[in-house]
């Protein structure tokens, strides 16, 4: 168990609905990081967040959006969903952005038909 | 092209043999090198982390790093059943070992009894 907690564990929703995924990071981490791995593109960062402020962003579509709050955890809301987007979706964290290890939850499978 | 290009594999080897697990990449930028192990429903987790060119041994796994020729590998010695997993490369640049990770798209190796 990496300490890093994600819910829910599978979601299944329409096209054109607004989800939203869940991370609680492992206690003193502040950072945490969204990733997206689908079986024709991998693991794709998507944006990272430290502290609660926005640290770096990757490939995240518009639609996609995140924040982190006070008490660390992080939500990343995706909305007017495409078939394409389901994919599982990772949250990971780290003592800082230089830490040399990220510790990544268990995943939230996303299938949108 | 993509940053960073891994063979997917299926790999397939007796227990107890040697395994060679490669990635190339193109950006120059790169000074972190990661492997992380993804057993079959379950988050990525840190196997080796190198900075830099050079070896580092820790039990049956080494990782090579050669910066010149923009190559990684990870070497498995005595490969176990339980070894059997997808091995995934993962590299960052300036902002340290965790900052928007570039992973490559994964090696599945099954080792067979």
């Known amino acids: 168990d990496s300490g890093v907690t994600q819910t829910p564990k599978h979601l299944i929703t329409a096209t054109g609905q607004r989800v939203t995924l869940r991370c609680s990071p492992r206690?003193?981490?502040?950072?945490v990081y969204w990733y997206q791995q689908s079986l024709d593109q991998g693991l794709q960062f998507l944006i990272q967040y430290y502290n609660g402020e926005e640290r770096a962003k990757g490939n995240i579509l518009e639609r996609f959006s995140a924040q982190q709050f006070p008490d660390l955890h992080s939500e990343l809301n995706l909305s007017s969903l495409e078939l394409g987007d389901s994919a599982l979706y990772f949250c990971?964290?780290?003592?800082?952005?230089?830490?040399?290890?990220?510790?990544f939850g268990q995943g939230t499978r996303l299938t949108v038909v | 092209q993509k940053e960073v290009e891994q063979d997917p594999g299926p790999l397939s080897v007796p227990e107890g043999a040697i395994v060679s697990l490669n990635c190339t990449y193109s950006?120059?930028?790169?000074?972190?090198f990661m492997w992380y192990r993804q057993y079959s429903r379950k988050g990525p987790e840190l196997l080796m982390y190198t900075y830099s060119s050079g070896n580092k041994e820790d039990g049956r796994f080494t990782a090579q790093v050669d910066k010149s020729s923009k190559y990684i590998s990870l070497f498995i010695r005595d490969s176990q059943p339980s070894d059997s997993a997808t091995y995934l490369c993962a590299m960052s640049g300036l902002g340290g070992a965790t900052n928007k990770l570039i992973f490559g798209t994964g090696t599945l190796l099954a080792v067979q009894p």
């Open positions: 950006n120059s930028a790169f000074q972190y």
């Open positions: 990971a964290s780290s003592v800082d952005p230089g830490a040399t290890e990220a510790f």
């Open positions: 206690s003193g981490d502040l950072s």
